[in-house]
């Protein structure tokens, strides 16, 4: 009675949580936009600096780097991360918007940004999975977390079935078959 109680629980809990991983997911999307679109404000900010001297940005970028005074470099590099950063944030933003839903898992394992993806969890607010995604998620966190309950008693049920036969053997062990 215990155990099923006990995978029960442990079911819901892990199906609540997997339920929550498309609603993290879009909430985490709508950051990351949120960081494109900062990136690519200051992005424009180089590129008309680069107009005002006839330049394109890698040419601007590359004359800042060839500078002989080090914080015209040290700009030059600044600028050369956050053009690399930009493009890193539209992909992922770009591969995330355009994937499906059953697909934006593995697109988001393959985007993961752990100082976005702290952000996000510290901001994130649950919400009730009424999708037929979120409903998925859930069921499959059910099984997982009854699949986890079953394996972590299994050690015990072996452990247990070992020391009835034990006892089973040792009251019959006297006893004449015939």
């Known amino acids: ?39 690519m404000v200051d992005v424009a900010e180089l590129d008309a600096s680069a107009k005002k001297l006839s330049q394109t940005r890698e040419n601007y970028i590359a004359a800042l780097r060839a500078n002989p005074k080090p914080e015209a470099r040290e700009e030059g590099d600044r600028w050369a991360r956050k053009v690399a950063y930009l493009k890193a944030l539209e992909i992922a933003y770009s591969d995330l918007t355009g994937a499906s839903s059953w697909s934006r898992v593995p697109v988001f ?31 499959a966190g059910f099984v997982i977390g009854w699949l986890l309950v079953i394996a972590g008693g299994l050690p015990y049920r072996i452990w247990q079935d070992r020391r009835m036969a034990a006892t089973r053997k040792k009251k019959f062990e006297g006893l004449d078959p015939l």
């Open 1 to 39: 009675m215990l155990r099923r109680v006990l995978i029960i629980a442990v079911g819901l809990v892990f199906g609540a949580g997997a339920s929550q991983a498309p609603e993290f997911i879009q909430q985490y999307t709508q950051r990351l936009g949120g960081w494109r679109d900062a990136y």
């Open 109 to 139: 394992i393959q985007h993961y940004n752990p100082e976005l993806a702290y952000r996000t969890w510290n901001a994130y607010k649950p919400a009730i999975p009424t999708t037929l995604e979120g409903g998925v998620y859930g069921a």
